[in-house]
């Protein structure tokens, strides 16, 4: 039986702790990892996450014949000369095209999880193809699931998403819950409103809001949208749909 623990913010990661055969998987609901299931689900070739602008800067310039788009925010801002990192902004462009993404807090959080033997992404965009995964492939190992949070914060909507997951998680079998991943239980199970709701009164979804970002976060309101699995291959720093890494072993 498979136990399964939730980390509040990606800043209490401590990487002597990763065991043997653990699983992370990643939530930045608002906005990384849905912008990521997306843009995987609208044709992108990869996603490369990296930690911040100067390391996007870096990759780009070794990946300059691939042609890349880069998108990247800090601190909710898009940087200069990067493309926003909305969902809805890349979808009509990544078609067939490699991502560089920079975000403050996603891409950080699944740059921290390297220690884990198998990372995924997930949002509420994947939660049934992921609870899927989870289950068909690795029902008896330890997961944790990595909530991204806000400079050194708590953030709502990703302990939300990690309670969504694990709702269709328990639908399928039994699990060992750590007292953190009861709470995201309860906390999505209790809750009355729509997950667009939820989203638009965090305090990321109102930053959203106010820079007239309301579409996207409907958008990434929509639970089990796609059915894709992305995961972070550490070997090449890339984030794919996961049957396109088991394809070319």
Same mark, same amino acid.
């Given at each position: 039986?498979?136990?399964?623990?939730?980390?509040? &913010?990606?800043?209490?990661?401590?990487?002597?702790?990763?065991?043997?055969?653990?699983?992370?998987?990643?939530?930045?609901?608002?906005?990384?990892?849905?912008?990521?299931?997306?843009?995987?689900?609208?044709?992108? /070739?990869?996603?490369?996450?990296?930690?911040?602008?100067?390391?996007?800067?870096?990759?780009?310039? /070794?990946?300059?014949?691939? =042609? !890349?788009?880069?998108?990247? *925010?800090?601190?909710?801002?898009?940087?200069?000369?990067?493309?926003? !990192?909305? !969902?809805?902004?890349?979808n009509r462009v990544v078609y067939n095209r490699l991502l560089i993404l920079s975000t403050t807090?996603?891409?950080?959080?699944?740059?921290?999880? *390297?220690?884990?033997?198998?990372?995924? #992404?997930?949002?509420?965009? =994947?939660?049934?193809?992921?609870?899927?995964?989870?289950?068909? $492939?690795?029902?008896?190992?330890?997961?944790?699931?990595?909530?991204?949070?806000?400079?050194?914060?708590?953030? #709502?909507?990703?302990?939300?998403?990690?309670?969504?997951?694990?709702?269709? #998680?328990?639908?399928?079998?039994?699990?060992? #819950?750590?007292?953190?991943?009861?709470?995201?239980?309860?906390?999505?199970? =209790?809750? &009355?409103?729509?997950?667009? $709701?939820?989203?638009?009164?965090? /305090? @990321?979804?109102?930053?959203?809001?106010?820079?007239?970002?309301?579409?996207? @976060?409907?958008?990434?309101?929509?639970? =089990?949208?796609?059915?894709?699995? !992305?995961?972070?291959? &550490?070997?090449?720093?890339?984030?794919? *749909?996961? $049957? &396109?890494?088991?394809?070319?072993?």
């Amino acid at each position: 039986m498979g136990r399964i623990h939730v980390v509040m &913010k990606k800043e209490d990661i401590d990487p002597s702790r990763w065991k043997e055969n653990s699983i992370a998987v990643v939530f930045d609901v608002l906005l990384a990892t849905s912008t990521i299931t997306a843009s995987l689900a609208n044709g992108a /070739r990869e996603v490369i996450p990296v930690l911040n602008e100067e390391e996007a800067i870096t990759v780009t310039e /070794r990946l300059r014949h691939e =042609n !890349p788009l880069v998108a990247g *925010e800090y601190g909710g801002i898009t940087i200069q000369g990067f493309l926003p !990192p909305n !969902p809805l902004a890349l979808n009509r462009v990544v078609y067939n095209r490699l991502l560089i993404l920079s975000t403050t807090n996603g891409t950080v959080a699944t740059r921290r999880s *390297e220690g884990a033997s198998m990372i995924y #992404l997930c949002s509420l965009l =994947n939660l049934q193809a992921i609870a899927d995964r989870l289950y068909r $492939e690795h029902r008896t190992e330890d997961i944790v699931l990595v909530c991204s949070g806000l400079a050194n914060s708590f953030c #709502l909507e990703d302990y939300y998403g990690a309670g969504g997951l694990l709702h269709s #998680l328990i639908q399928k079998g039994e699990w060992v #819950l750590s007292d953190a991943a009861r709470g995201a239980l309860m906390v999505y199970n =209790n809750e &009355k409103r729509t997950a667009r $709701e939820v989203l638009a009164e965090t /305090r @990321v979804g109102e930053m959203m809001i106010a820079y007239g970002l309301e579409e996207d @976060v409907a958008f990434v309101a929509n639970e =089990n949208q796609y059915n894709i699995v !992305p995961a972070f291959s &550490k070997r090449t720093g890339s984030i794919k *749909e996961v $049957e &396109k890494y088991e394809s070319s072993r």
